[in-house]
């Protein structure tokens, strides 16, 4: 149904007005046919927030229904503010990553801790409860000499903000920061990525909807008053970052983290009266975002008096509170006449729960202020007719330049040497000094903490089975090769959680990317997703959430491709979870891995050892075999539940040596092995057998007795090879064929690894 046109025509709508929202001159002529006479200016504002990127995707829609869940969700019932994943025992996990990289470039505390509340809300508005939360940052170059030094000095600022920013909402919030991985690199600086994911618990027969029903049910708006912050800040993140990034720090919004602690609260306990019908967080774009999206789901329409509103300041307009991105609040629909039960929870929380409106069964959503209708619009024209756009992709040149790269020139630099530049570079030092900062163990569930092992878990209260929880990235990989790095992306973060015990059952994604009307950056989004595609297909790891972020770029180009994976593991007994090392006892080292193409540069394609030993990103990565990457996991599952293994950890970034050298930091024991007759022997270069980066290779321990038995339990297409034992000497030694390749002290690797971020963000 169209709106009927009682609204004053607006005969000072110029260019500059609806370009200035980031409407193009197209959309705004759709936006005329579409409603068959000239928008209000609050119309204009609600089209554009939902026709942004950040909310409708118009770039990236085609590309995701490569996603078989998204596809389905897009062809069926919509999405829903966060994806399940059924465990067992009635028990469902609701997971999703968002972004907020642009707000944290420009105010990086409120920032990042917004985009933390953010992800929680919409987790708790599905009906669950949130357990953990994780994330995954990437900034420009901290350490002296990375780039021009007033870069290096805001490239720390950020970091340490944006850090603060984290722990300070979450710490408050009452929800454990449990995993999460930092990575530097010179074409983050302007632009950093700030990637939270947020993890909760529910009943799958507790699930709510954020679909609205019922002609005549009350909408009621639930949280914080609303101010004039974050006002078009969809918009915001639907664009380059410019040199007036401190013009638009009204577009980011403020947090009050223990105000979102007692909306959780309230909320849920508002869930169980069954007296909501509906209920959606008002994220980007607020007010209309929650009122449209609501609407169009439930094939509805809402009417609202936007006077009984609250709100921090009474000259709002009716363009600023529909626009609004102010933080903590809510929107929900009840049953017509059970509305005070739900009032009455949140007023006991000490939250306002006002109704603003009810349901209509027209299909519009007609917004009032001062007795003035201000907007009336089709939902489903904002929420389902955004237009999309697809660019001719165009393969960079640089692409077939890594494919010809040659080792030829690349000298061997002597294996200490290269070990002690990459275990003290910033993107692979350890992040103690981070994550230190963060609350891991609040609500007493987590098991495995953050730098025990290659995922965190959690065992969660109701039932004996764990959740292994890892979001990982790796730009490099995927800028060089994008189709094989979109598939490590996946395969590593499902080998990290296996590692710990878990079973990869799903999985969410963060995709950040450049401008995505670059031929060449839309070339890498599309290749990267088609690769997380199909291993996700193969891994059995449905994406069931995400979130896409592009316009990341600053003065240097676009953002390295830096497509993010969740996954998540379960675990039958979460008592039986390992880390990645073993303080106790004897434990006999193994490699488990599978016959693979090892490359055309032997591991050292789009390698840590090329980047940071030699300053060289070049060459691909070496593909990841799936179907046996999906076997090695259920392996490592099985393994871990039948108690066999000790300790596990991958060989990923920083190869064979680096792993070994964490293995033993981790065991704070020594470690001694010798390399004979394994997957090594075809390599020609002594540092790509220490620092080759290859798929499917996992080091596990194992107690002696059972050393003998352990190639017995490979099934098919897995192989092993004893590599050596940990022992109570302080060095790490590792021989190959009775030959010293690297020989290096215990104290000399923990000064290594653990020294770099301290020293440099310590000042």
């Known amino acids: ?165 984290i722990g300070g909402y979450g710490n408050c919030v009452g929800v454990p920061t449990v995993a999460g991985e ?113 609407s169009s789901k439930g094939e509805v329409g809402m009417d609202v008096n936007l006077d009984l509103v609250p709100m921090r300041e009474s000259d709002m307009s009716a363009y600023e509170l529909m626009l609004s991105e102010s933080q903590e609040r809510m929107l929900c629909v009840a049953f017509k006449g059970r509305e005070q039960e739900v009032i009455s929870v949140f007023e006991k929380w000490g939250l306002k729960a006002v109704v603003i409106g009810h349901v209509t069964p027209n299909g519009l959503v007609t917004v009032r202020r001062h007795g003035k209708i201000e907007a009336q619009v089709v939902a489903s024209q904002l929420a389902d007719e955004c237009p999309t756009y697809t660019v001719i992709p165009e393969e960079p040149g640089y692409y077939r330049a890594a494919e010809s790269f040659s080792l030829d020139d690349v000298p061997v630099t002597p294996a200490e040497e290269a070990l002690s530049k990459l275990m003290s570079a910033p993107s692979l030092a350890s992040k103690e000094w981070i994550f230190r900062q963060y609350d891991s163990q609040v609500q007493t569930q987590t098991s495995l903490p953050p730098g025990q092992g290659d995922a965190a878990v959690l065992a969660p209260r109701g039932t004996d089975k764990g959740l292994a929880l890892k979001i990982d990235g790796n730009s490099r990989w995927v800028y060089l090769n994008p189709y094989v790095g979109g598939q490590l992306a996946v395969a590593e973060a499902c080998r990290n959680v296996a590692c710990t015990g878990g079973l990869p059952v799903g999985a969410t994604d963060g995709l950040n990317f450049g401008n995505p009307t670059y031929p060449h950056v839309y070339w890498q989004f599309e290749r990267a997703v088609k690769g997380i595609a199909d291993a996700c297909e193969i891994m059995q790891t449905p994406v069931v959430s995400g979130n896409v972020s592009f316009y990341n770029e600053s003065d240097l180009g676009e953002v390295p491709p830096t497509p993010l994976i969740g996954i998540l593991g379960i675990l039958n007994h979460a008592s039986r979870r390992i880390g990645m090392g073993s303080t106790l006892g004897q434990v006999d080292l193994h490699l488990v891995w599978y016959e693979n193409d090892l490359g055309l540069h032997q591991g050292l394609g789009a390698s840590s050892y090329l980047a940071e030993v030699h300053g060289i990103e070049s060459g691909w990565p070496v593909a990841p075999n799936l179907p046996l990457e999906r076997v090695l996991c259920e392996w490592l599952a099985s393994q871990v539940d039948q108690q066999r293994l000790k300790l596990a950890h991958d060989v990923s970034e920083g190869g064979l040596a680096f792993c070994l050298a964490e293995i033993a930091l981790a065991s704070e024991r020594g470690l001694e092995v010798n390399l004979q007759n394994g997957p090594w022997d075809p390599l020609t270069r002594p540092d790509s057998v220490l620092f080759g980066e290859f798929p499917g290779w996992v080091v596990v321990g194992v107690d002696p007795d059972d050393t003998a038995a352990l190639s017995g339990t490979l099934p098919p297409g897995l192989r092993s090879n004893q590599l050596g034992r940990l022992t109570s000497q302080e060095w790490l030694l590792i021989r190959q064929n009775d030959q010293i390749l690297l020989q290096t002290g215990q104290e000399t690797l923990y000064h290594w690894h653990n020294s770099c971020i301290p020293q440099v963000l310590w000042h």
């Open 1 to 165: 149904m169209k709106p009927k046109a009682i609204l004053k025509r607006m005969d000072a709508i110029t260019p500059d007005v609806y370009l200035s929202m980031g409407l193009t001159e197209s959309e705004f002529q759709k936006i005329l046919t579409l409603m068959g006479r000239t928008p209000t200016l609050t119309e204009i504002g609600m089209f554009a927030v939902m026709w942004s990127e950040h909310c409708g995707y118009k770039y990236s829609r085609p590309i995701l229904r490569y996603f078989k869940k998204y596809r389905d969700a897009l062809d069926g019932e919509g999405l829903e503010n966060a994806g399940i994943i059924p465990i067992g025992d009635g028990l469902g996990i609701v997971m999703k990553v968002e972004s907020h990289n642009h707000p944290s470039a420009v105010e990086p505390y409120q920032g990042a801790a917004t985009g933390v509340g953010g992800i929680i809300r919409d987790i708790f508005t599905m009906g669950a409860r949130p357990i953990a939360g994780l994330n995954s940052l990437r900034f420009g170059p901290i350490h002296e000499g990375g780039a021009e030094s007033e870069v290096v000095l805001r490239n720390r600022y950020l970091c340490e903000h944006v850090v603060a920013g």
């Open 182 to 294: 930092v990575a530097f690199h010179p074409r983050y600086s302007g632009n950093p990525l700030v990637n939270a994911m947020a993890v909760g618990i529910v009943k799958i027969d507790e699930v709510t909807t954020a679909g609205a029903a019922g002609e005549g049910n009350p909408v009621i708006y639930l949280g914080s008053a609303t101010g004039k912050d974050g006002i078009h800040g969809a918009t915001f993140a639907s664009d380059a970052l410019g040199a007036e990034n401190e013009d638009k720090r009204p577009n980011v919004q403020i947090g009050d983290p223990f105000a979102e602690k007692l909306l959780i609260e309230a909320t849920l306990e508002a869930l169980k009266t069954g007296a909501i019908q509906s209920i959606q967080d008002m994220g980007a774009a607020g007010l209309t975002c929650s009122t449209v999206e609501m």
